[in-house]
């Protein structure tokens, strides 16, 4: 690889990252990533939920640069039985233990707490609890976070930058496959032998919690089959809380 700058002595600064994010448009996925890990290592994580296609690129790529970058997910205790084999089988590929990021109750502590499915009621106390804050208290320990959004997935997606400031998580988000299409995402998994999530073959196209998830049919987008019946199609992680918030009134 040519061009990339030397380990950063400090990170980059909000309004550097501001920069970036207009050169960054102009290079590959994997120079994106090799910067990535020479600016953050070893404060930089790997986001993957074991569903979609494009998690699974980002993971062979960057396990390609460097397998001590770890690969965290979120075990909601509500993931789908392929999604568990898929993260055993994506471990023994590349001799890595991916980091499960657990919510502090479990689910059925969770139902005596909030009444039993959560998730049917008020999808986004439901995201929040099993996601979001678990989220938020894991990444404190890191400096940038690698994740998967991709601007084809959907309309909220659309101005995803490759390299951004997180006001979220307050970190550098880093999406280096956010102007990938799915052909192209296939293309690479397809030529690079990935593991995938074996739904994705029966009409699911994003994948999550079992309760939250359907297939799709050839007229919806990516994100229809989640939180069907709500206007939510996010679990919180790459939206502002006002905006998650909103998303979880029922529309039926
Ligand atoms: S996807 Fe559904 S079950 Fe999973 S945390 Fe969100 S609301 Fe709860």
Sequence with gaps: MSGVPVRAAVVPTREEIEQLSRDFEQRSAQWVMEWAVQTYRPRLVVS??????????????????????????????????????????????????????????????QNAAHGDALWAREPQRCCDLRKVEPQRAFLRDYDAWITGLRRDQSETRQATPVISWDTKFNMAKICPLAT?????????????????????????????????????????????????????????????????????????
């Design 48 to 109: 993957c939920s074991f569903g979609g296609s494009t998690g699974m690129a980002i993971v062979d790529m960057v396990m390609k640069i460097d397998r001590t970058v770890p690969v965290a997910y979120l075990d909601t205790g509500l993931l789908f039985p392929e999604t568990y084999e898929l993260i055993e089988t994506i471990a023994k590929r590349y001799g890595i233990e991916p980091v499960a990021i657990v919510p502090p109750q479990t689910v059925a502590q």
């Design 180 to 252: 990938w299409d799915e052909r192209a995402v296939w293309g690479y998994l397809q030529a690079n032998d990935v593991p995938y999530n074996p739904l994705l073959t029966r009409g699911y196209a994003s994948i999550g919690c079992t309760h939250c998830t359907r297939p799709i049919d050839a007229s919806e987008d990516a994100r229809a089959g989640r939180w069907s019946g709500f206007d939510k199609t996010e679990c919180g992680l790459h939206v502002p809380d006002t905006a998650a918030a909103a998303a979880s009134e029922p529309t039926r």
